[in-house]
């Protein structure tokens, strides 16, 4: 049976003001390194164990595997970090409140731009795409590949094919996977594992700093999928997902 564990970083500082954030790399929320950690003492009293771990270039997903790993004892494992598994790049949304956002365009247009298979939101400017592109984080990245907003189905055709030619073939091996990555570049993957339809991708949730553990057989069926933890609070964040864009 092949394991692999992912796990949506903590709660992060515009996490917790309710902005859009993408790629913009904010850390991680006094809230979110107490979940990293609790992610992490969850996964050692369940007795999980890895081999190898993979996340983004963003602090807030660097930040919460270290705290997993250090709960663990296991600061030692080897580290891959990606572009790949970045949030979806929210484009011009990045940084706007999802409340106040609701209130100038509409639930239905936010919904869309926030929740929807293939809208991608309102790109970002010229002077900011260049910002972005100047980041030292991308300077092995070729500009034409940086996206300037991305719906979650743009996201999938970058996390998809890391999946396929990076992951996969570590748990193909034997080894015990743990990736650290955010939201949206989590359902992605989620997507592809299950072959969630359009429709259906909207109403998944990934709540933060919570393990979600698959088991697969030799051909990659799903034999098992659960988080790990106390179910009822975690039901309860999945619904504070939800809820980001309601008025209140």
Request: glycine share 6%; aromatic share 10%; charged share 30%.
């Amino acid at each position: 049976m092949k394991k692999l564990v992912l796990v949506r970083h903590g709660e992060s500082e515009w996490n917790k003001l309710n902005l859009f954030t993408g790629w913009t790399d904010v850390e991680l929320s006094e809230t979110g390194k107490l979940e990293a950690s609790d992610a992490g003492k969850e996964l050692l009293k369940n007795g999980y164990d890895f081999d190898i771990c993979y996340t983004s270039y963003l602090k807030r997903a660097i930040h919460t595997l270290e705290a997993i790993l250090t709960e663990l004892d296991r600061s030692w494992l080897p580290v891959y970090k990606s572009w790949k598994l970045n949030e979806r790049h929210y484009g011009a949304l990045q940084g706007l409140n999802k409340t106040e956002t609701v209130e100038k365009y509409g639930e239905e247009q936010v919904k869309a731009w926030r929740r929807s298979y293939d809208v991608p939101p309102p790109p970002m400017d010229e002077e900011q795409f260049k910002k972005m592109a100047n980041d030292p984080k991308y300077k092995g990245v070729n500009s034409s590949e940086l996206p300037k907003a991305e719906s979650l189905e743009i996201t999938c055709e970058r996390v998809v094919p890391f999946w396929e030619e990076t992951i996969k073939p570590q748990l193909e091996s034997g080894k015990r996977v743990l990736v650290v990555a955010h939201g949206n570049s989590i359902r992605a993957l989620m997507k592809h594992l299950e072959n969630i339809s359009n429709e259906e991708i909207t109403g998944v949730n990934i709540p933060t700093g919570v393990p979600l553990v698959y088991e697969f057989d030799d051909n990659f069926t799903i034999l098992k999928k659960f988080f790990v933890g106390d179910i009822s609070k975690i039901n309860d964040k999945i619904k504070s997902v939800q809820n980001q864009t309601s008025k209140k």
